[in-house]
């Protein structure tokens, strides 16, 4: 299975910074990357898909960078609501596989 | 509006075997694919398998196989996942998620339905 490796595991940041999250591929994956947000007691939620196109609805302060093994999550400014936990999966193989996640904590 | 809602929590003990269903609605459930996530508490997500409801052709995590059954009844837009000879690590909050592909996002998702496995 390839693996997915997130960093780092946990950050605390205020609102109004700029946050990046990054997710590390154990092979290629191309850009068969997408990123969830969640919150607690609530299923995940579909930010960016394909490594960089944003989900219909969610708010343009999110953006997806990256390809082959190598991904970002960028939070331009920090919204109260933002505070959650986030999960990138990749898509390339039958075997989907996600990384461990990132908390991301108010300061 | 799409929806996907899923049956209610669960009690199990150790060796039963428990079948959460999925319905589906908003949507032709046999356009898109299913698949079965979990999360057990605290910790992350992990796939379990995939199901094509037009077919009911089915590809299950190896770690599942030979315990996980998906299926579908087309006729009532619903897809179920029943997982047997379940052990205490089976707790987990179990969600069934669409996408359009085999390997694509997931766009919906289910409520999630927990099953706790307790003697």
């Known amino acids: 299975d390839i693996q997915m490796t997130q960093s780092p595991s946990s950050l605390s940041a205020s609102v109004g910074d700029r946050v990046t999250i990054t997710c590390r591929a154990s092979?290629?994956?191309?850009?068969?990357l997408n990123w969830y947000q969640q919150k607690p007691g609530k299923a995940p939620k579909l930010l960016i898909y394909a490594a960089s196109s944003l989900q219909s609805g969610v708010p343009s302060r999110f953006s997806g960078r990256g390809s082959g093994t190598d991904f970002t999550l960028t939070i331009s400014s920090l919204q109260p609501e933002d505070f959650a936990t986030y999960y990138c999966?990749?898509?390339?193989?039958?075997?989907?596989?996600f990384g461990q996640g990132t908390r991301l904590e108010i300061k | 509006q799409v929806q996907l809602v899923q049956s209610g929590a669960e009690v199990k003990k150790p060796g039963a075997s428990v079948k959460v269903s999925c319905k589906a609605s908003?949507?032709?459930?046999?356009?898109?694919?299913m698949h079965w996530v979990r999360q057990a508490p605290g910790q992350g997500l992990e796939w379990m398998g995939i199901?094509?409801?037009?077919?009911?052709?089915?590809t299950y995590a190896q770690k599942f196989q030979g315990r996980v059954t998906m299926t579908r009844d087309t006729s009532t837009s619903t897809v179920y996942m029943e997982l047997s000879s379940l052990r205490s690590e089976d707790t987990a909050v179990y969600y069934c998620?669409?996408?359009?592909?085999?390997?694509?996002?997931?766009?919906?998702w289910g409520q999630g339905t927990l099953v706790t496995v307790s003697s």
């Open positions: 908003g949507y032709t459930l046999t356009s898109y694919y």
């Open positions: 999966q990749q898509s390339y193989s039958n075997s989907i596989t």
């Open positions: 092979q290629s994956i191309s850009s068969y």
């Open positions: 998620a669409r996408s359009y592909d085999t390997t694509a996002y997931y766009d919906y």
């Open positions: 199901i094509n409801p037009s077919g009911g052709s089915t």
